[in-house]
Nanobody, 121 residues
Framework: QVQLVESGGGLVQAGDSLRLFCAAS????????MAWFRQAPGKEREFVAA??????ETPYADSVKGRFTISIDKNTVFLQMNSLKPEDTAVYFC????????????????WGRGTQVTVSS
């Protein structure tokens, strides 16, 4: 079992930055792919970024490339979000799965409860 707890969300203005945190417990993360997803009101949950699983790659959704950076330090996963836009407003979720990287949310085994990010224009 892996327990995930997100934090760091908040209300910011367009152009501002936020850093999200995902604290993991229960297992070491070495064998897990860690990912961030987000879900805006009335929309499906979408992939944002991923890291780990033995890969040196850090794939990103096209909508956040160049603005968001995912990183990991021991059992905490970070999402640095710069140049935020109103369309980044969503609940951000941290997720984990063993094996290789995928963008399909239903293939992730462990989820946090999410943290709200609201970007005003």
């Amino acid at each position: 079992q892996v327990q995930l707890v997100e934090s760091g969300g908040g209300l910011v203005q367009a152009g501002d930055s936020l850093r999200l945190f995902c604290a993991a417990s229960g297992r070491t993360l070495g064998n897990y792919v860690m990912a961030w997803f987000r879900q805006a009101p009335g929309k499906e949950r979408e992939f944002v970024a991923a890291i780990g699983g033995g890969s040196h790659e850090t794939p990103y959704a096209d909508s956040v490339k160049g603005r968001f950076t995912i990183s990991i330090d021991k059992n905490t996963v970070f999402l640095q979000m710069n140049s935020l836009k109103p369309e980044d407003t969503a609940v951000y979720f941290c997720a984990a799965r063993r094996g290789f990287f995928v963008t399909t949310d239903i293939l992730y085994d462990y989820w946090g409860r999410g943290t709200q990010v609201t970007v005003s224009s």
